[in-house]
């Protein structure tokens, strides 16, 4: 059974940090993309972040651009996102994703095949 699980969530007051990890059981993504995306209450989930299987490579959403970083380690089957100068509208589920289809750091939900559970990010003003 394929598992993402996030872990790192909480509260934090505005201008702090936060690393999400996502860690995969049950298979390998070294070789996938993998992202990072976010639902608040009454909003559709969104993209945040992507990174290609290399870990060369990433992508984000304008509204984190420069204060979020999606890093990963193949040998722990693990990706991060740190997020620094944290804001109230950031208060959200975060959830990972895993793309196996080969889709080059994609931003679509629907070009996610994995999902882990979400953990809670609540920054407090």
């Known amino acids: 059974q394929v598992q993402l699980i996030e872990s790192g969530g909480g509260l ?34 969104e993209f945040q972040a992507a990174i290609a299987w290399s870990g060369g490579t990433t992508a984000y959403a ?21 997020m620094n100068s944290l804001k109230p509208e950031d208060t959200a589920i975060y959830y990972c994703a895993g793309d196996t289809s080969g889709t080059y750091l994609p931003r679509r939900i629907d070009a996610y095949d994995y999902w882990g559970q979400g953990t809670q990010v609540t920054v407090s003003s």
């Open 12 to 45: 934090v007051q505005a201008g702090g940090s936060l690393r999400l990890s996502c860690t995969a059981s049950g298979r390998s993504f070294r070789n996938y993309a993998m992202g990072w995306f976010r639902q608040a209450p009454g909003k559709e989930r």
């Open 62 to 82: 304008d509204s984190v651009k420069g204060r979020f970083t999606i890093s990963r380690d193949n040998a722990k089957n693990t990706v991060y996102l740190r």
